[in-house]
């Protein structure tokens, strides 16, 4: 049962968001970079953004910020694999000799 719920999962996640060009790609993860840099997960750089996405109303170019977005999963993922990266501990050459 497990299996096909994660396969629905990723069904789903294939189907909602579209290809993404390059320019795309490198500004999603640029912000995902930069909210998961933040000491409090980022929410209050989220919230920042959010907000001056609806009084620019540029959707066009930040639109995967809004959780309705079809780009918000690839922009998600992206936040979230920026933390673990940020929380994971560094392994070290005396580490490894361990």
């Known amino acids: 049962m ?3 719920t994660a396969a629905m999962m990723m069904d ?5 968001a579209p290809s993404l060009s390059a320019e795309e790609k490198r500004r999603i993860e640029r912000v995902a970079r930069c909210v998961a840099r933040d000491r409090d997960g980022g ?3 989220e919230k920042l953004l959010l907000r001056l ?3 620019t109303r540029n959707a066009r ?3 995967f910020l809004a959780p309705d977005h079809p780009l918000h999963p690839y922009y998600l993922q992206q936040k979230v694999s920026e933390r673990c990266r940020i929380l994971r501990p560094r392994h070290t050459a005396a580490a490894a000799d361990r």
């Open 2 to 4: 497990e299996t096909s």
């Open 12 to 16: 789903h996640h294939h189907r909602a």
């Open 43 to 45: 929410d209050l750089t």
């Open 53 to 55: 996405l609806g009084l």
């Open 61 to 63: 170019r930040w639109g």
